[in-house]
């Protein structure tokens, strides 16, 4: 499984950004439960920052709420996060995961839970 993750890049303090992230694996279908996005600032742990089911509940890390949106394509397997509001402090890398289960039709193969490659977000003046 691969996750493509887009929409990083530079905003300033109180600008916007849009993360997406596209699940794919060839020739296979995906049955994806959750989606999200973790992030890493320099020299700190890695946190969740949001997450979303395939009923689209969602959870937020509370430095987030009320700033950021997560949600998901279901037909394209697909995450966003609209940050809004950002802030120096959301500067890190963000990664995108998807678990779930791969299919050959309509038939189970085997559980996945993959991370994609990270996006740079820096918010700076």
């Known amino acids: 499984v691969q996750l493509q993750a887009s929409g990083g890049g530079l905003a300033q303090p109180g600008g916007s950004l849009r993360l997406s992230c596209t699940a794919s694996v060839p020739g296979r279908r995906l049955n994806i439960d959750t989606m999200g996005w973790y992030r890493q600032a320099l020299g700190k742990r890695h946190e969740l920052v949001a997450g979303i089911t395939r009923d689209a509940s969602t959870n937020y890390v509370d430095s987030v709420k009320g700033r950021f949106t997560i949600s998901r394509d279901n037909a394209k397997n697909t995450v966003y996060l609209q940050m809004n509001l950002l802030r120096p402090e959301d500067t890190a890398v963000y990664y995108c995961?998807?678990?779930?289960?791969?299919?050959?039709?309509?038939?189970?193969?085997?559980?996945?839970?993959?991370w994609g490659q990270g996006t740079q977000v820096t918010v700076s003046s």
């Open positions: 995961y998807a678990k779930g289960e791969i299919r050959n039709g309509d038939t189970y193969e085997t559980d996945f839970n993959q």
